[in-house]
C-alpha cells in the first residue's frame, strides 16, 4: 500500500481523499489512501544546483537603499541581460568550514566589556572610547555587559577575518547600527553557548557621508552568525540584519524584528541550521544583487524558520533554493519568489500567502520536499512549472499551478520608467503598495481563500474572513465585488473571466499565449481545491507520471484543466473534477483518458471503475463539479469504464480523442486562461 499523505501530517484540504489504483486493469488492485571561498568547504548536505533557467519580473526592487547596480548608471546591464548568463551550477552555495565552527579559545581572546559608564578592553586589537568599541585587527573577541546608547565597530583592514563572539550582549543605539562590520574580509558573529544576547536601533540614523548602514546589525562585509546561543535583533530604523556582501547563518536561535527587511545579504542569503524567526514590514529573507547572476540567491539547506512578511517571505533576484528545513511562511505578497528560478529539493514548507505561494518568474522546480500551501493567490507560479517528486497540497483562490509568460522586466526598470525609483539611502515608506499594507504589525497576515460552495477550510482555518485578503497584486485572483467562490449561479457563473489567456474570456483580454509556457509533471504527488484553474497553462501541459488529485469550479469559464496550445498525457494516475470543456489538444496523448459530463456536490465520493464496477481510483470531491476527467497507468483505449458518483454509475471509453473518450459536450475558447482546451 502507498499512501498519499500530502500533510501527512494534516488531513489533506477538505478531509479524506482516497485513492486506489489498479497496477492494470487486468491486476489485483493497489490501493493509495488519502490523498569556494578559499576558507576550506565544510563536510554539510549536499549542494545541488541541478536546473538551469533564465529571468525575472520584480528582479531590480531593492527597497530604500539603492545598493543596486541598476540604479542610476545608464551603462548599466538590464536585469534580462544579466539573467541571460544565470548558470546555476556557478552559484556558491557552500559553506566553510569556519562558517560551520563555532569554537573559539577564551583564554587568548581579547576581552571587552560594554558598559554606560564606559567600556573596557583586555587585550589587544580593539579600543574602548566612552560607549563606543572599536575593533580594529584581525582576531577573536569576547563581548559582555550592554550599552543603553552605544555602539560597536569593526573596521579592520580588507583582509582581516573577525571573530566576535556575544556572551550575554546587549546594545542599543539610537541613531545606528548597534554592531556595525564597517570593514574586515569576514566577521563571524559567534553566539556563546547558553547565552543571550540583543541589538536595538533607533528610527533616525545620523548620515554617513561614505555609505549610510540601515540595519540594527550591519556589515558592509561577509558575515557569518554560528554558534548556540540566542540573539534578538530590533529593527527600527529599517532592516534587522545586513550584509552588504554575503549573509550566513549556520546555527544559535536569531529572533528579527524589523520595519523593513528582516534578514539582508545583498549577494546572497544561506541557512544551514539554526532557529529562526523573522517578523519584518517588508520582505522576510532577501538577497537582492540584481547586477551579477552569480550572486542574489538565497539557499536554504536547514533549520526552523518562521517568517512572518508585510510583503514577501523570501526573495532573490536570481535564484530561491530550499533543500532543507523546516518553513513556516506567512506572507502578504507572494511566500517565496525569485525574479528568475526556484528550486525546492528538500525540507518541510507550510505557507500562507497573500498571492503567490511559490514565484519563479522563468523557472520552478520540484524535486522533493513537503509543500502545504494553505492559503494563496496562486500556488505554483511560473513560465515553466516542472514537478519531478515532492508532496505538494494546495488551496487556492485563483490557480493551483500556472505557467504564465515571463515578464523580464526588473522592478527597478518599471520604477525608473515612471519616475517612481527611491532615493539611495532614503529610508523606505511602508505604506500599502511599499514594505506592506498600512499599519501592518506582522500579525494581519491573509488566512486563507474563501472556498467554494460546500467547502470545509484546512484544519486551523475556521476563522477565516474573506476580507483580510490583501488587495489584488497584478489584476490576478481579484473575485468580482460581491462575487465568492461559491457563487456558481446564472448570474456569477455568466461573469467576465478574461484577461491572461490567448484567446481570452467573454470580454477578457488578449493576454499573451506561448510554447514556452509549460506544466511538467513527471513525479510526486499534488492536491489541490482551485477557485479558478487548477493546472492552468498559457502554453502547454504534460502528465509522464505521478499522481494529481484535483477539485476545480464547475462554473463560470474555469475549472481543473485550461490549456492554450495542448496537453499530453503520457503516464501517471490523475483525477480531476470540475466543469466539462474542450478536451481538443489531448488527442496527442500516449495513454487513454477518460471524461464524463456528470454532477456532484463538495464530499461526493467519486470513483473511476472498469466495465464490471471494479474500482480503480476513488476521491472525494472538493467542491460542487459538473465533469471527471481521469487517467491511470494501464488504461487501455476502447475499452468501457464506469465514472461513479455517489453510486450512479455513467458508462465511458477510453480513449485519446474527444469522441472516444466519451466528451458529450464541446466547451467554448477558453476561459480566464483562454485557447485551447480547458476542463
Known amino acids: ?155 579592520a583592514p580588507d583582509t582581516a577575518k573577525v571573530q566576535v563572539v556575544f556572551d550575554g550582549v546587549d546594545v542599543t543605539c539610537s541613531n545606528g547600527p548597534a554592531f556595525y562590520v564597517k570593514s574586515a574580509d569576514k566577521c563571524f558573529v559567534t553566539l556563546a553557548d ?84 523573522v517578523t519584518a514590514g517588508g520582505d522576510g529573507i532577501k538577497s537582492n544583487n540584481d547586477s551579477d547572476a552569480t550572486r542574489g540567491f538565497v539557499s536554504i539547506d536547514g533549520g526552523t524558520i518562521a517568517v512572518n512578511a508585510g510583503d514577501k517571505g523570501i526573495k532573490a533576484e536570481f535564484y530561491a533554493r530550499i533543500a532543507g528545513g523546516k518553513l513556516d511562511i506567512v506572507s502578504a505578497d507572494d511566500a517565496v519568489h525569485s525574479s528568475l528560478e526556484v528550486l525546492v529539493a528538500g525540507g518541510e514548507m507550510t505557507i500562507n500567502a497573500g498571492d503567490d505561494g511559490i514565484h519563479g518568474e522563468t523557472r520552478l522546480v520540484v524535486d522533493d520536499g513537503v509543500i502545504d500551501i494553505q492559503s494563496c493567490v496562486e500556488g505554483l507560479e511560473a513560465q515553466e512549472v516542472i514537478v519531478n517528486g515532492g508532496d505538494i497540497a494546495v488551496e487556492a483562490s485563483d490557480d493551483a499551478l500556472n505557467a504564465a509568460v515571463a515578464d523580464l522586466t526588473s522592478g527597478d526598470e518599471t520604477a525608473a520608467a515612471a519616475g517612481t525609483a527611491q532615493t539611495p539611502g532614503e529610508p523606505s515608506q511602508m505604506g500599502e503598495g511599499a514594505g506592506g499594507p498600512e499599519g501592518f504589525d506582522g500579525s494581519q497576515m491573509p488566512e486563507g481563500a474563501n472556498g467554494a460552495e460546500g467547502w470545509q477550510m484546512p484544519e486551523g482555518m475556521d476563522d477565516f474572513d474573506p476580507s483580510q485578503l490583501p488587495e489584488d497584486r497584478g489584476g490576478r485572483g481579484q473575485m468580482p465585488a460581491g462575487e465568492t467562490l461559491g457563487d456558481w ?37 499534488i492536491a489541490f481545491n482551485a477557485g479558478s484553474d487548477g493546472l492552468d497553462s498559457n502554453g502547454n501541459v504534460e502528465i509522464n507520471g505521478g499522481l494529481v488529485l484535483g477539485s476545480g469550479p464547475s462554473g463560470g469559464m474555469d475549472g481543473s484543466l485550461d490549456y492554450d496550445l495542448s496537453t499530453v498525457i503520457n503516464g501517471g494516475t490523475f483525477i480531476l473534477l470540475g466543469s466539462v470543456g474542450n478536451t481538443a489538444g489531448l488527442d496527442q496523448s500516449t495513454q487513454p483518458f477518460v471524461s464524463a459530463q456528470v454532477s456532484g456536490n463538495a464530499g461526493d465520493t467519486v470513483a473511476l471503475a472498469d466495465a464490471d464496477g471494479t474500482a480503480i481510483a476513488s476521491m472525494s470531491a472538493g467542491q460542487r463539479f459538473t465533469g471527471v476527467l481521469a487517467s491511470c497507468d494501464g488504461m487501455v483505449s476502447g475499452q468501457g469504464y464506469q465514472v461513479v458518483v455517489g453510486g450512479a454509475a455513467t458508462a465511458v471509453t477510453a480513449g485519446t480523442d474527444a469522441s472516444a473518450a466519451g466528451m458529450g459536450a464541446m466547451g467554448g475558447m477558453g476561459g480566464k486562461g483562454g485557447g485551447m482546451g480547458r476542463f
Do not use: W
Open 1 to 155: 500500500m502507498r499512501n498519499m499523505n500530502i500533510q501527512g501530517r494534516r488531513t489533506f484540504l477538505n478531509g479524506a481523499l482516497a485513492l486506489a489504483v489498479a497496477a492494470s486493469l487486468g491486476a489485483g488492485a493497489l490501493t493509495l489512501g488519502g490523498c569556494g571561498n578559499g576558507e576550506g568547504q565544510a563536510d554539510g548536505p549536499a549542494q545541488q544546483a541541478q536546473q538551469d533557467g533564465a529571468a525575472a519580473t520584480e528582479g531590480g526592487a531593492q527597497g530604500s537603499n539603492g545598493d543596486s547596480a541598476s540604479q542610476g548608471d545608464s551603462s548599466a546591464q538590464t536585469f534580462a541581460e544579466v539573467a541571460a548568463t544565470f548558470d546555476a551550477s556557478a552559484l556558491d552555495l557552500e559553506y566553510s568550514k569556519r562558517d560551520t565552527n563555532a569554537s573559539y579559545d577564551a583564554a587568548s581572546a581579547t576581552k571587552v566589556v560594554l558598559a554606560d559608564g564606559g567600556c573596557s578592553v583586555e587585550g589587544a586589537g580593539a579600543a574602548a572610547d566612552g560607549i563606543v568599541v572599536t575593533i580594529l585587527e584581525e582576531g577573536t573577541y569576547v563581548l559582555s555587559g550592554s550599552l543603553s546608547d552605544g555602539h560597536v565597530v569593526v573596521d
Open 194 to 277: 547558553g547565552s543571550e544576547n540583543a541589538l536595538a536601533d533607533g528610527a533616525t540614523y545620523a548620515a554617513d557621508a561614505e555609505d549610510e548602514p540601515y540595519g540594527a546589525l550591519f556589515s558592509k562585509d561577509d558575515l557569518t552568525i554560528n554558534g548556540a546561543g540566542s540573539l534578538t535583533v530590533e529593527g527600527a530604523y529599517e532592516n534587522g540584519i545586513v550584509s552588504k556582501d554575503d549573509l550566513v547563518i549556520t546555527g544559535g536561535t536569531i529572533n528579527v524584528n524589523a520595519a523593513n527587511d528582516g534578514l539582508r545579504g545583498k549577494d546572497c542569503v544561506k541557512i544551514a541550521d539554526g532557529t529562526i524567526t
Open 489 to 525: 449561479s446564472d448570474e456569477g457563473q455568466a461573469r467576465d473571466f478574461g484577461g491572461k489567456g490567448g484567446m481570452g474570456g467573454m470580454g477578457g483580454g488578449m493576454a499573451q499565449s506561448s510554447s514556452d509556457c509549460l506544466i511538467q509533471i513527471n513525479g510526486g504527488t
